[in-house]
């Protein structure tokens, strides 16, 4: 069982420079996030969707992008990379509803230098 | 604001040594709260969800209370495969719909042989 696959594991950035972590679930569901998580901050939300083609702002939104063209996916766009982006990014996924057990991939390692 | 407080911030048992962690919420209209473990580099992985005071959950060692003011994670008799960091977060909002998770800090949590 996959459940919520992140790609890639790890990667090191320069300053100003762009990339995008990709986000894979096979459990259709139709409620997908995004968070970071600093040493010693928790999870912070970043943006998330209820269902392709519908996003929204989290908490912590500056300096990032998103979108959902299909139910499995849900990139994050990181324009114009900056050091205060350096964290982990962990993508999660749900049915939503009463329950809303939220499911999480492995993470992405990201340092920007 | 939803506020999620954890503590301690880190707890060290001896194996057999039991113990309780604290998560203290704020939230305006608990929808659920729900109890993560979070091993070293990995994400975090769902272990329970309580939605009405009074109510407990049990798995192995690990048994999950709820007040209308805070969570208790007792841990009996931990094993050292019980270390870990777990991680408390509350869904919040009155009607419609609100998906998202507001999460404490955590509490490390190693338990020596």
């Known amino acids: 069982n996959a459940g919520v696959t992140q790609t890639p594991k790890f990667r090191i950035l320069k300053i100003g420079q762009s990339m995008t972590l990709q986000c894979t679930q096979d459990?259709?569901?139709?409620?997908m996030y995004w968070y970071r998580q600093d040493p010693g901050m928790g999870l912070k939300l970043i943006y998330y969707?209820?269902?392709?083609?519908?996003?929204d702002k989290g908490e912590v939104p500056n300096g990032y992008n998103v979108s959902r063209s299909t139910t499995e996916d849900f990139p994050l766009r990181l324009e114009l990379a900056a050091p205060s982006q350096t964290s982990v990014y962990f993508c999660?996924?749900?049915?939503?509803?009463?329950?809303?057990?939220?499911?999480f991939g492995a993470g992405t390692r990201l340092s920007v230098l | 604001e939803d506020q999620v407080t954890q503590s301690p911030e880190a707890l060290r048992l001896q194996e057999g040594e039991s113990s309780s962690l604290n998560c203290s919420y704020t939230?305006?209209?608990?929808?659920?709260l729900f109890w993560y473990r979070q091993d070293p580099g990995k994400g975090p992985e769902f272990l329970f969800t309580?939605?009405?005071a009074g109510e407990e959950k049990e798995k192995e060692r690990l048994k999950a209370t709820l007040t209308k003011k805070e969570s208790f994670l007792h841990i009996t008799a931990p094993k050292p495969e019980d270390s870990a960091t777990y991680l408390c977060?509350?869904?919040?909002?009155?009607?419609?719909?609100?998906?998202?998770?507001?999460f404490g800090k955590g509490t490390l949590l190693t338990v020596n042989p």
């Open positions: 977060a509350v869904q919040a909002g009155s009607g419609g719909s609100n998906y998202k998770l507001t």
């Open positions: 969707s209820v269902g392709a083609g519908i996003t």
């Open positions: 309580l939605y009405s």
């Open positions: 939230v305006s209209g608990l929808r659920g």
């Open positions: 459990m259709n569901h139709n409620y």
């Open positions: 999660a996924s749900s049915y939503g509803g009463v329950k809303n057990i939220q499911y």
